[in-house]
């Protein structure tokens, strides 16, 4: 495990928040830039980070270098993601720097996110995540299971227990 600071993000944190996103929606292949991104009501509201509406999320840091983010989104019924499991559960990001995956980066960053949760007696998080991610083993591990009827979307929730 590489020795990482975790921090709580920050809502002017737009830039780290664009680039955690962006490099999620291409996780196996580039296809979309930033401006695709800004462009899709169906990707810019994974960057849309309101602590007002209770949104909260981690930063990881190395040396001066952020390295990893996980966000929670309360995203409003009308412009719920592709996680969405029920208005009470959050949906999480998560995103670790390529050359940090699999070092704890992102099982410290989602332990962050659950502790949160636990603290603010939230049912759970959910999120979304492509059948053949490798990144499925990391959320099976840290207790997210597949939503039966939305096994195909790759949706995967996290009950506090």
Same mark, same amino acid.
Request: aromatic share 12%; glycine share 6%.
């Given at each position: ?58 930063? &990881? ?5 952020? /390295? @990893?983010? $996980? ?5 409003? %019924?009308?412009? #719920? ?16 720097? &390529? ?5 704890? /980066? @992102?099982? $410290? ?5 659950? %502790?949160?949760? #636990? ?43």
């Amino acid at each position: 495990m590489v020795s990482v600071t975790i921090r709580a993000l920050q809502p002017e944190e737009t830039e780290l928040l664009m680039r955690a996103a962006v490099d999620n929606f291409n996780w196996d292949v580039e296809r979309f830039t930033s401006h695709d991104v800004l462009a899709s009501p169906d990707m810019v509201r994974y960057t849309e980070f309101i602590p007002k509406r209770g949104d909260f999320g981690f930063v &990881a840091w190395y040396e001066e270098t952020p /390295v @990893g983010i $996980a966000w929670a989104l309360f995203l409003p %019924h009308e412009r #719920r993601g592709w996680g969405f499991v029920e208005h009470e559960i959050p949906e999480v990001s998560l995103w670790v720097e &390529a050359t940090f995956r699999r070092r704890g /980066v @992102g099982r $410290a960053l989602l332990r962050a996110a659950q %502790h949160v949760a #636990r603290i603010r007696d939230l049912p759970g998080l959910s999120l979304s995540v492509a059948p053949d991610n490798p990144a499925r083993d990391l959320y099976r591990k840290e207790g997210f299971e597949d939503v039966e009827e939305k096994t195909a979307e790759g949706v995967m929730v996290w009950r506090r227990a």
